[in-house]
């Protein structure tokens, strides 16, 4: 901006009217259910939609198995993706981006991607990793929940890709786990838990654009012209149970010549799956001493980690785990975790 150009004349941005927040409800709204498969539709094709905005909401209720009120249980961080043994999108009858697990996945690219400014925001999330369990607590009479959970936190995709959607059916797929013990955490073992959910929402926004942006985007839709849409999609591998040695060798195909591995997130659980009496939102320190990644011939890292946690000798993993936003998201690095913090939450390779 020259600044003694006093005759430019102020500029002012018409091209979008508005952007309204439309609900949209599963096909059948009482197949909420364990085991049920929810989902959600968009079907009208002359709309301008813009997922990467978009959010679930989601209200339900924290119970004992007989219908009363707990006392003592309190939900997980992340639930909301604990809930759902695998989620997925659809636009134009083709699945875009797949999550399977969803819970341990999106927790672990989460806590390495949020930083410390996004907490409080994180919470009406189902987000908490700033007390002291790192849970969520309900109402405390009712057992009531609700909460807001941006796409963007589920998906490669809504991350990624942040422009609108043209005239196209879009569908959301989330598939209830066969229970809810992944997603409590009781402290009172004689007693089990439920999860009822009561009303869940995908809020999309709708985008008004002025009429001659509007045209261009129809002239663009009429001409049949294929548009890219680049993202990462986020994909889990697990190991059900490793060997009582102290090495340990996990060959994993990952990708086709089209999808490449760029990053990689290693972490460790002992015996939390599907125990209600165990925090599943953790994940365990097992006194990991080096680590490392063979990609065709090449390692990464290049040197030895030796490590040693007895010792507190880990600055070199923090590291790792620390630099994470500057590569994938080509920003200043603000680590959510801090590194006492982190010796408890994951490992990063």
Not at 217 to 237: D, T
């Amino acid at each position: 901006m020259n600044i003694l150009n006093v005759t430019d004349r102020a500029f002012f941005d018409y091209s979008l009217v508005n952007v309204e927040k439309h609900s949209y409800l599963p096909y059948v709204s009482n197949s909420v259910n364990n085991n049920d498969e929810i989902r959600i539709p968009i079907n009208q094709s002359d709309l301008f939609t813009h997922p990467s905005e978009s959010f679930i909401y989601i209200e339900g209720k924290l119970l004992k198995a007989d219908g009363t009120i707990s006392t003592t249980a309190k939900l997980v961080n992340n639930f909301f993706a604990h809930l759902f043994e695998e989620i997925r999108l659809e636009i134009g009858g083709k699945v875009i981006d797949r999550v399977k697990n969803p819970g341990t996945t999106t927790t672990l690219k989460g806590l390495v991607s949020f930083n410390k400014n996004e907490l409080e925001r994180l919470k009406n999330a189902g987000w908490n990793i700033d007390s002291g369990e790192s849970l969520y607590e309900v109402h405390s009479s009712t057992g009531c929940f609700n909460v807001c959970v941006p796409l963007k936190t589920l998906f490669g995709f809504a991350e990624d890709f942040k422009k609108i959607i043209i005239n196209l059916r879009q569908e959301l797929t989330l598939i209830r786990s066969n229970s809810d013990q992944n997603a409590i955490y009781n402290t009172l073992k004689t007693e089990t838990n439920k999860i009822e959910i009561g009303k869940i929402v995908w809020k999309m926004p709708h985008i008004s654009v002025a009429d001659e942006e509007k045209l261009k985007l129809f002239n663009l839709y009429e001409s049949g012209r294929e548009l890219e849409i680049g993202f990462r999609s986020w994909e889990m591998f697990e190991y059900p149970l490793l060997q009582k040695t102290q090495h340990h060798t996990w060959s994993v195909k990952s990708a086709t010549q089209l999808e490449k591995p760029r990053y990689i997130i290693v972490a460790f659980q002992t015996d939390r799956k599907n125990d209600l009496y165990k925090n599943n939102g953790y994940f365990d320190n097992i006194f990991l001493r080096n680590i490392k990644l063979f990609l065709n011939s090449e390692q990464f890292p290049y040197d030895q980690l030796q490590l040693q946690f007895d010792k507190d000798q880990y600055s070199l993993l923090y590291e790792m785990y620390s630099n994470f936003q500057q590569s994938y998201f080509e920003k200043e690095n603000e680590p959510l975790l801090s590194p006492q913090q982190f010796l408890k939450w994951l490992l990063l390779l």
